[in-house]
């Protein structure tokens, strides 16, 4: 049976405004093994599919700093403190789209970014029936074109690897197994 490492102290946390990274001691209860390891302590994050009235996905595309390219994704970003999922994503969508909906958005499913370092999810949702309603009202550093394309496109996008945010595949993924046939 797998064991549950026990944290024994946290040894030091360095802040870099959007994460934490902590220098934790732990020891595994069964080899009585200590070792420290480094866990990136972020904020929980949420994406958004947001479909039309008229069947087109709303797609966003920014520049990345982390792989230095542009990329095609779907709204997202983090959760505030106290902020409730689904209005994370529904306002992340409102303010990188200008796209919204008089309906709840619907819950998808839960990711782990990364386990094996990060300690958050990402929380997927999709939103129907969206229609521009407002202006984008983007941060500072955020420059967005948004882009609307059909179910096939979509899938053309993923197949062509134009798609390749692991987040935003794996909302579409949560997507195409609840509401269409995967294969």
Same mark, same amino acid.
Request: hydrophobic fraction near 40%; glycine fraction near 4%.
């Given at each position: ?7 024994? !102290?946290?040894?030091?946390?360095? @802040? #870099?405004?959007? +994460?934490?990274?902590? %220098? ?6 069964? %080899? @009585?093994?200590?070792?420290? #390891?480094? /866990? $990136?302590?972020?904020?929980? %994050? /949420? ?9 087109? +996905? ?5 520049? =990345?700093?982390?792989?230095? !390219?542009?990329?095609?994704? $779907?709204?997202?970003?983090? /959760? ?5 999922? =689904?209005?994370?994503?529904? =306002? ?6 200008? #796209? ?6 619907? *819950? ?8 094996? #370092? ?8 999709? %939103? ?16 967005? =074109? /948004? ?10 996008? $993923? ?16 997507? *195409?197994?609840? *509401?269409?046939?995967?294969?």
């Amino acid at each position: 049976m797998i064991s549950k490492w026990k944290i024994i !102290e946290t040894l030091s946390k360095q @802040n #870099f405004k959007i +994460f934490d990274v902590l %220098w934790q001691k732990k020891i595994h209860p069964v %080899w @009585n093994k200590e070792s420290n #390891f480094v /866990v $990136i302590d972020s904020p929980q %994050w /949420v994406n958004i599919i947001p479909i039309t009235k008229e069947g087109k +996905f709303v797609l966003i595309e920014q520049y =990345r700093h982390g792989n230095d !390219e542009i990329t095609l994704e $779907i709204p997202g970003g983090l /959760v505030e403190i106290n902020e409730d999922q =689904r209005m994370a994503g529904e =306002r992340e969508c409102i303010e990188e789209t200008g #796209f919204s909906a008089d309906n709840n958005a619907i *819950f998808l499913g839960e990711t782990d970014p990364n386990p094996a #370092f990060m300690n958050n999810k990402c929380y997927s949702y999709l %939103w129907l029936d969206v229609e521009r309603k407002n202006d984008q009202n983007l941060d500072g550093n955020e420059e967005i =074109r /948004v882009l609307e394309v059909d179910k096939e496109q979509l899938k053309n996008l $993923i197949r062509e690897n134009k798609i390749k945010h692991s987040l935003v595949l794996n909302a579409f993924l949560y997507y *195409f197994i609840h *509401f269409e046939k995967l294969i």
